[in-house]
C-alpha cells in the first residue's frame, strides 16, 4: 500500500469530523492528517481505514478508534520534545501520532506479534520512537524515567502504582481504569511524590492490560 492523495483527502474528512466531536487541539488535529492510518491495518480493511472504527489486528488485539486515539492525546496536552511513555505500542498508530507531535515517544509492547509489526511500520514511514521495548507494560521502563507524560492504552483492572513512580511531578498519565467490558478513561495529575489529582472523562472500551509478554 501508499499513501495517496485519495487517502490524504481522506485524512482531511477525518479531522473535520474529529473537529466536530470536540477535539480541538491543533497539534493533535496535524499530526492525525499527517500519519497514514491505512499503513496500520491490513490491506483488506485501506478502504474503510478514515472512517471512525476500530479494526482487528494480530494477536487478537485491535486499533482504536481515531476518535478514541484523538481523546486519550488530547488529554495528555502534550509539548514538543517532552518525554512520553507509552503503554501497548499495539499496530504503532497511536506510537507514530506521538512522535509526529515531536514528542519523545518511549513504548512497550508485551505480544511479540505486535512488537515486530510495530516495529517494521514504524521504519517504514520514518517515525521511529527513541525507544521500543518487548516487554511487561507494568512494570514500565525505569531506566528511562521520570517522564512528563504517561499513556495506557490498554484498560487496566487495577492502577499500575509503578507508573505513577515514573511520572515527573507536574505530568500526566491517561489510563483507562475498569473491571467490565467497559473502562472510564482517567487522568492523573502527579502534584508530589506523595500526591495526585484525578479526573474522569467517561466510558471507553479497550483491551485488557496484561502482565508478562506473550512470544
Not at 1 to 20: A, P, Q, T
Not at 62 to 91: D, F, R
Amino acid at each position: 500500500m501508499r499513501d495517496s492523495f485519495v487517502h490524504k483527502g481522506k485524512r482531511r474528512h477525518l479531522v473535520n469530523y474529529l473537529i466536530s466531536k470536540g477535539i480541538s487541539d491543533q497539534n493533535v488535529l496535524q499530526a492525525i492528517n499527517k500519519v497514514p492510518r491505512h499503513l496500520f491495518l491490513e490491506s483488506i480493511f485501506e478502504d474503510y481505514a478514515y472512517e471512525d472504527r476500530a479494526f482487528p489486528i494480530a494477536a487478537h488485539q485491535t486499533i482504536s478508534h481515531p476518535s478514541t486515539v484523538a481523546e486519550q492525546t488530547q488529554l495528555l496536552n502534550i509539548k514538543e520534545q517532552e518525554k512520553v511513555l507509552e503503554i501497548g505500542t499495539g499496530s504503532g498508530y497511536q506510537t507514530a501520532v506521538l512522535i509526529e507531535m515531536k514528542a519523545f515517544v518511549y513504548t512497550i509492547e508485551r505480544q511479540k506479534d505486535l512488537y515486530d509489526f510495530s516495529e517494521r511500520k514504524l521504519r517504514e514511514i520514518g517515525l521511529r520512537p527513541k525507544f521500543q521495548s518487548f516487554g511487561d507494560g507494568f512494570a514500565g521502563l525505569p531506566t528511562f524515567a521520570p517522564f512528563d507524560k504517561i499513556l495506557v492504552t490498554c484498560g487496566a483492572a487495577v492502577l499500575p502504582v509503578e507508573l505513577l513512580k515514573q511520572l515527573k511531578v507536574g505530568g500526566l498519565m491517561v489510563i483507562p481504569l475498569g473491571t467490565g467490558d467497559e473502562q472510564i478513561l482517567t487522568r492523573f495529575r502527579k502534584v508530589s511524590d506523595t500526591s495526585f489529582e484525578k479526573e474522569e472523562f467517561g466510558l471507553y472500551k479497550f483491551v485488557p492490560m496484561l502482565n508478562n509478554t506473550n512470544k
